[in-house]
């Protein structure tokens, strides 16, 4: 169950954290996997690591919020099956506080950059018959989370744009879903930890972890999990649907 075996997959953001899981689980299962990073060098490691069980992988450098570039990386790597939109970027801050050059780089990066992928994508699955698309939203999309106004509001236009992909193109045979994640330990949370609390890493990461009901932080295998889940063709039922994986975050945090 679960293979990927001759399907070609495009990670974005797949050099760390979430991606790099993704990634790793994906060329596992067969797939032929291509990381997409901002340079090169963001995927060295992940590239390597992959690599050493004999699996095809390979980086390409790109911002994703160029749609000329993202063209011509799509344009490279030919005819795929899969597209998981991983990439994104954080922010802190409230709608007063937040300011426009801000709030503009996550918009480029975390909504003008699934669209890229997606515009870029979309013609390439529909030469290999159909395929399926992962987009990575969050749990932010759906409740109310504390400073992270423009955060909140890119990966809620990342479901919106998960079900109108998942409608247009379901007769193609393409299918879209989504993902949200609560807080998942990653190498972002520990940078994050370190820099907005200094000397206070451990009793931060304490309480960042038991903001989740089950009492700990996700892990990027168990997020890798459920994409493979949703890329096989055990899921070819599903299309449309968000997945909040959350330690019981939303429904559970009364």
Do not use: W
């Not at 987009?135 to 919106?160: E, H, Q």
């Amino acid at each position: 169950m679960f293979s990927l075996q001759n399907k070609k997959a495009v990670i974005t953001g797949g050099g760390s954290g979430i991606g790099k899981a993704i990634a790793k689980l994906f060329a596992q299962q067969g797939a032929e996997v291509h990381i997409i990073e901002l340079t090169v060098d963001s995927a060295t490691e992940a590239v390597a690591e992959i690599t050493i069980a004999g699996n095809k992988v390979f980086a390409h450098a790109c911002n994703v919020a160029n749609q000329q570039e993202v063209l011509a990386t799509f344009e490279a790597i030919g005819k795929l099956d899969i597209l998981v939109n991983n990439a994104g970027i954080a922010h802190v801050g409230k709608a007063d506080t937040t300011t426009e050059a801000d709030f503009d780089r996550i918009i480029h990066v975390n909504v003008k950059g699934v669209y890229n992928c997606l515009y870029a994508a979309i013609p390439k699955l529909r030469l290999a018959g159909g395929g399926t698309i992962v987009n990575m939203a969050s749990i932010a999309a759906l409740v109310g989370i504390p400073d992270r106004f423009v955060y909140s509001t890119a990966k809620g236009a990342v479901m919106a744009m998960t079900l109108s992909v998942a409608k247009d193109y379901m007769a193609e045979n393409i299918r879209c879903n989504s993902i949200s994640p609560a807080r998942v330990h990653t190498p972002f949370v520990d940078g994050f930890i370190a820099k907005n609390y200094p000397g206070k890493e451990t009793e931060m990461f304490e309480k960042l972890s038991k903001s989740q009901p089950i009492g700990r932080m996700g892990r990027p295998d168990e997020i890798a999990a459920l994409a493979l889940y949703l890329c096989s063709d055990e899921a070819s039922f599903i299309t449309g649907c968000d997945y909040p994986i959350d330690g019981g975050f939303v429904k559970l945090n009364n």
